[in-house]
């Protein structure tokens, strides 16, 4: 059985975090008002609130990034561009197969939620649900379901469609993320990308001809 996702594990942290900064702010601000713990203002438990609202905002932006806080979760940093190629199961009427595709997908995440947008010169994917899942062997994946927008220039071949799509993510920087992905056109195919960028881009032009993309190391200790 699979251990806890990426979102529950991230979640079950900051809950613990919120109650602990709000007890420990509602402590303190009561010790300074110089009030018994039976007749502290009700200004207090709103302050205290206040402060681990903040606390829990820049933990869903920034903490949890950070890597004494990664050392403990365990959690990956994907977040980025990589640029790598898409190998299609797909075979033409005359019997050639698909050669493979340059493609790059940029993957936003936060503590709770990640969202991937995959771009080859024909079109761009964007996913609807997105998670990181931690497998019972160690290994973490990116799974998502996406719909896909082909060009308009293209559509008399390829229309607009629905998948899902998941990618290991490597222990080692030269690995990268390798996966699969299968769409309701019956077809399937191979996903390879191992070189990253912590630029975004908006198309696969731009990022396949950008410079400045390099190994990644999404785990804590990798050099």
């Known amino acids: 059985?699979?251990?806890?996702?990426?979102?529950?594990?991230?979640?079950?942290?900051?809950?613990?975090?919120g109650i602990g900064i709000a007890a420990l702010v509602w402590l303190v601000l009561a010790l300074l008002a110089g009030q018994g713990f039976s007749q502290v203002p009700l200004?207090?438990?709103?302050?205290?609130?206040?402060?681990?609202a903040l606390a829990f905002a820049l933990w869903e932006r920034f903490i949890w990034k950070w890597?004494?806080?990664?050392?403990?979760?365990?959690?990956?940093?994907?977040?980025g561009t990589?640029?790598?190629?898409l190998v299609s199961s797909y075979v033409h009427p005359n019997g050639e197969s698909v050669p493979p595709i340059p493609t790059a997908i940029y993957v936003s995440q936060s503590a709770s939620k990640c969202t991937v947008t995959l771009?080859?010169?024909e079109s761009k994917s964007i996913s609807e649900h997105a998670k990181l899942i931690?497998?019972?062997?160690?290994?973490?994946r990116l799974s998502w379901q996406y719909v896909n927008t082909p060009r308009p220039g293209v559509r008399d071949r390829s229309v607009r469609h629905?998948?899902?799509?998941?990618?290991?993510?490597?222990?080692?920087?030269?690995?990268?993320?390798?996966?699969?992905?299968?769409?309701?056109?019956?077809?399937d195919g191979e996903l390879r990308f191992s070189e990253w960028s912590s630029a975004r881009?908006?198309?696969?032009?731009?990022?396949?001809?950008?410079?400045?993309?390099n190994r990644t190391s999404p785990f804590v200790g990798d050099k």
């Open 119 to 121: 771009f080859t010169g």
């Open 201 to 213: 881009y908006s198309s696969a032009e731009s990022a396949l001809a950008a410079d400045g993309f």
């Open 1 to 17: 059985m699979a251990e806890p996702g990426a979102r529950q594990l991230m979640e079950n942290v900051k809950v613990r975090i």
């Open 134 to 140: 931690h497998d019972s062997d160690g290994r973490w």
């Open 82 to 85: 990589w640029r790598g190629e």
């Open 67 to 79: 890597k004494v806080v990664r050392y403990f979760t365990g959690v990956p940093l994907v977040a």
């Open 43 to 52: 200004r207090i438990y709103s302050i205290a609130g206040t402060i681990a």
């Open 162 to 187: 629905k998948g899902a799509a998941e990618a290991y993510i490597g222990f080692q920087p030269s690995e990268g993320l390798e996966g699969v992905y299968f769409t309701d056109r019956r077809t």
